[in-house]
């Protein structure tokens, strides 16, 4: 009576050890790239988010008001991928996040992160190609990182310091200190009084008017 390794041929064993080869390559591979995509630190995660930016801004062929959508569309695509606004919206909002279901949640993080947009990038977009960022130390404590810039604007040093936080493998930013003002405290403190008077509908419904008013200036 045959065995059960009797009954596997030659052909049968090359084929499976060249299976086992192959998975096992793949495994090597993929750890590889997981592990170099894990060892990238709060610095490297950053750096290329703010290079994109820059070049969108500084690129002609998106210069000009008439080309204001598409630059952007090119910016916040870019910014989605370094800058964590859902925990910016988190933050901002403060205990007053627990208290809002999720649909909610999802509504503030697109009003606040439309606000920014209007606020931050409008500002931006008034680069003139003079600016320089200088990448200083960068502190890491467990799951949150500091990095220290300084920003070179036709002479003039403004230091800016950018607080990540690490969810898996990724660093994205959820505040920025720029001259000792953090744009989450100080967004807080604004929320946290019309909250106390006009409750959360209250500050979704400025939220909504503050960015509709932007769509007003430019129509204009």
């Known amino acids: 009576m045959k065995s059960f390794y009797d009954t596997i041929s030659c052909k049968d064993?090359?084929?499976?050890?060249?299976r086992l080869f192959?998975?096992?390559l793949c495994f090597c591979l993929f750890s590889g790239l997981a592990h170099a995509r894990a060892s990238l630190g709060p610095t490297e995660e950053l750096k290329p988010t703010l290079d994109k930016i820059k070049e969108i801004l500084a690129d002609p062929d998106l210069a000009g008001s008439e080309r204001k959508a598409k630059r952007r569309e090119k910016i916040m695509a870019?910014?989605?991928q370094g800058f964590d606004f859902a925990e910016m919206s988190k933050r901002v909002l403060g205990k007053t996040w627990k208290t809002i279901d999720e649909q909610q949640r999802v509504h503030?993080?697109?009003?606040?992160?439309?606000l920014l947009e209007n606020v931050y990038i409008g500002k931006l977009e008034s680069y003139s190609g003079g600016q320089n960022v200088q990448f200083q130390e960068e502190r890491i404590k467990g799951k949150r990182a500091v990095v220290n810039t300084v920003v070179d604007d036709n002479g003039v040093a403004i230091p800016v310091r950018y607080v990540m936080l690490q969810k898996g493998s990724i660093w994205k930013v959820y505040d920025i200190n720029i001259e000792g003002v953090s744009l989450v405290r100080n967004?807080?403190?604004?929320?946290?009084?019309?909250?106390?008077?006009?409750?959360?509908?209250?500050?979704?419904?400025?939220?909504e008017e503050k960015n509709a008013s932007f769509i007003d200036e430019e129509s204009n």
Do not use: H, N, P, W
């Open 13 to 18: 064993i090359t084929m499976t050890i060249k």
């Open 108 to 114: 503030f993080e697109q009003l606040f992160t439309k």
């Open 78 to 80: 870019v910014a989605v």
């Open 22 to 24: 192959f998975l096992v």
């Open 187 to 207: 967004y807080r403190e604004q929320f946290k009084s019309i909250l106390r008077k006009e409750k959360y509908d209250g500050l979704v419904k400025i939220l």
